[in-house]
């Protein structure tokens, strides 16, 4: 699995952004799909996770009522949509592809994982 992630930027606190990850897969739907980031000086974090079909997603504390993970299977593509962005959600975003119900930890230790988007927040 190839993933290209897209959209990040620098944005001022309160402002939006969306992130994309194109797929180059045989089939987008052989995988649940995730989003991690990571921010300077500190570990790599869950961020959000959408099952293989949409119909069930997962998202961390810190970002649930602002972000909103989605995908398109027919166009192999996953989104993020990061609403009310505050300095803190500063990072780089990593979208990463997991095999089926395998689980969060699974997909962070074992999936395939794109070159990552900076997204930076200013106050």
């Known amino acids: 699995v190839q993933l290209q992630a897209s959209g990040g930027g620098l944005v001022q606190a309160g402002g939006s952004l969306r992130l994309s990850c194109a797929a180059s897969?045989?089939?987008?739907?052989?995988?649940?799909m995730g989003w991690f980031r990571q921010a300077p000086g500190k570990e790599r974090e869950f961020v959000a996770v959408?099952?293989?079909?949409?119909?069930?997603?997962t998202l961390a504390d810190s970002v649930k009522g602002r972000f909103t993970i989605s995908r398109d299977n027919a166009k192999k593509t996953l989104y993020l949509q990061m609403d009310s962005l505050k300095p803190d959600d500063t990072a780089t975003y990593y979208c990463?592809?997991?095999?089926?119900?395998?689980?969060?930890?699974?997909?962070?230790?074992?999936?395939?994982w794109g070159q990552g988007t900076q997204v930076t927040v200013s106050s």
């Open positions: 990463v592809a997991g095999l089926r119900d395998k689980g969060i930890a699974a997909m962070g230790a074992f999936g395939s």
């Open positions: 897969v045989r089939t987008f739907s052989d995988y649940d």
């Open positions: 959408i099952n293989w079909s949409g119909s069930r997603t």
